[in-house]
């Protein structure tokens, strides 16, 4: 198949799984292209391709705006199949509802849907995981690229169900998506800032500049996070926010190649915010044991 990856990325955690969702089907034997949505990126066009993958990191419970901004402008084909490879920190059932305006927008055109697949990643907010349970996360998400690459070529649609109830709840909550707007009035690089433009340069939304030898943030903010998250000073400070503010690379590829923690992180004993990783990762076993079962697994050793 000629496959086509659109995706948004804040702290590179959905480009991170895009480069594993592209090795996986260049693995396999398909064409691969990718586009990565950013403040002035062209319109890619869709035309020739047979399937196309939207990525996306859940903001709120939400797909984040310039994503939804830049898939509206996209020319979807009647009868293209497409599939949607999310990802969060956590999963909690209100996620499920996160991919509603996509959905819509692609009933609309006519597009097949091919499946819905989450991913979790680390926290770019809230809380910095620790480096084992990324390192146990990244290692159920291998399987779970495998099942999605072995979906999609099988033309088994896997779904992820929301209700009524979530879809409504989501829809009050996206209007934080003004949030960016307003708490950049809050945003300020204090005196540890070395001018580097690390944080212009990144901006997906070409929101920050440098300005009279200091660092001016505009209002365009999405709140992804790259800003103050790779911030090499921990200079930057995200207004309302900043008692959530999360500074340091996971280092995603090297934890990747450490493989999974010599002892699971996520135990049915684990409690709190860690208890919804539990039945999480039994699904993923499960269904990559079924994958096994029917000879669809690759070699073991790329896990």
């Not at 797909?63 to 956590?90: A, C, H, R, T």
């Not at 009050?172 to 949030?179: L, N």
Request: proline residues 4%; hydrophobic residues 35%.
């Amino acid at each position: 198949m000629k496959i086509l990856l659109v995706y948004y990325t804040g702290t590179y955690n959905t480009r991170f799984l895009t480069d594993g969702v592209q090795a996986e089907l260049l693995r396999r034997g398909h064409e691969v292209d990718r586009a990565e949505i950013r403040r002035g990126a062209p319109v890619i066009n869709t035309a020739g391709y047979d399937m196309i993958g939207f990525g996306y990191p859940i903001y709120g419970f939400n797909s984040p705006l310039p994503f939804n901004n830049y898939v509206k402008k996209l020319d979807i084909l009647s009868g293209q199949k497409y599939f949607i490879y999310k990802n969060s920190g956590e999963t909690f059932a209100m996620n499920n509802a996160s991919s509603r305006i996509l959905l819509r927008r692609m009933r609309r055109r006519g597009a097949i849907f091919a499946g819905e697949y989450h991913f979790v990643m680390p926290y770019n907010i809230h809380f910095a995981f620790d480096k084992n349970f990324v390192r146990e996360i990244l290692f159920y998400n291998k399987k779970l690229l495998k099942i999605m690459a072995d979906d999609l070529e099988s033309g088994h649609a896997a779904r992820i169900h929301s209700n009524p109830a979530y879809n409504f709840a989501s829809a009050i909550i996206s209007v934080q998506k003004i949030g960016g707007a307003v708490n950049s009035f809050f945003y300020r690089a204090d005196d540890k800032c070395t001018l580097c433009g690390l944080c212009v340069k990144n901006c997906p939304e070409d929101n920050i500049k440098i300005k009279d030898g200091k660092i001016e943030f505009g209002r365009r903010c999405d709140m992804c996070m790259r800003c103050s998250f790779f911030c090499p000073a921990d200079a930057i400070h995200i207004g309302f926010l900043q008692g959530w503010k999360v500074n340091g690379d996971y280092r995603l590829n090297e934890l990747e190649r450490l493989g999974p923690p010599e002892s699971p992180y996520i135990t049915p004993e684990s409690k709190g915010f860690y208890k919804c990783f539990i039945n999480y990762f039994k699904d993923i076993d499960e269904r990559y044991a079924r994958l096994e079962d029917r000879g669809g697994s690759p070699d073991k050793t790329d896990i």
